[in-house]
């Protein structure tokens, strides 16, 4: 079976400070990788999805990046967080276009 | 005009109840629908995929409406256990993108 994995599950970061936040999957090739944030009472908003490896699309303008270094490995990052940069961060996999997706535990990131 | 449009709720039911949510989507190339349930400060599981014929999973029933563009979900005998946020979620054939409501409050109350 699948599984996806996320951490760390929480974090507490100064502004100004880099970030890096990792997903791997298990139990699935060449899955499309999707990184959402939620803020507080908001919806799921799509930051970056994957269909390969260093195949990197972003969806909003912003203070984040994403890589792909494996197939089932999706990173996203920061050079210098800001204080808009909290949210709850989910990462998601599928099987591929248009089928259901499955979402890791998700990491809790406040910048204080 | 949001892709998919959900009434925010709260819905707060006894348990027992029947109860429905509705979710409307402005695409019409839309392919794929879902509902997905998500707990406080937990991440969206898959709740159910819903199929142009509709279809049901124990007390949930999905339904699908191409024509007015919208799916429902249907709670019967609803439990303790089912208080959480429901999402709406829908997918273009083309692109990559899954699109997600804002989510609907459900608290059953005993």
């Known amino acids: 079976s699948q599984t996806i994995h996320q951490w760390p599950a929480t974090l507490v970061q100064p502004v100004g400070s880099p970030l890096s936040l990792e997903c791997t999957v298990e139990?699935?090739?060449?899955?499309?990788l999707y990184w959402y944030r939620q803020a507080a009472g908001r919806g799921l908003q799509l930051l970056f999805y994957s269909v390969g490896i260093g195949q990197i699309s972003s969806e909003v303008p912003q203070n984040l990046s994403a890589s792909r270094p494996q197939d089932r490995q999706f990173i996203l990052s920061s050079k210098k967080l800001l204080l808009s940069d909290s949210g709850f961060y989910l990462c998601?996999?599928?099987?591929?276009?248009?089928?259901?997706?499955?979402f890791g535990p998700g990491t809790r990131l406040t910048v204080t | 005009r949001k892709e998919v449009e959900q009434d925010p709720g709260p819905f707060n039911v006894p348990e027992g109840a029947t109860v429905a949510f509705n979710c409307t989507y402005s695409n019409s190339a839309s392919q794929s629908f879902f509902w997905y349930r998500q707990d406080c400060r937990k991440e969206p599981k898959l709740l159910m995929s819903v199929y142009s014929s509709g279809n049901e999973d124990g007390r949930f029933t999905a339904q699908l409406n191409r024509a007015s563009q919208y799916i429902s979900l249907l709670i019967r005998d609803s439990k303790l256990s089912d208080s959480a946020t429901y999402l709406c979620?829908?997918?273009?054939?083309?692109?990559?993108?899954?699109?997600f409501g804002t989510g609907t409050s459900l608290t059953v109350i005993p």
């Open positions: 979620v829908v997918n273009r054939r083309t692109g990559n993108q899954f699109y």
């Open positions: 998601a996999w599928s099987v591929a276009n248009y089928y259901e997706q499955y």
């Open positions: 139990g699935t090739s060449n899955p499309n």
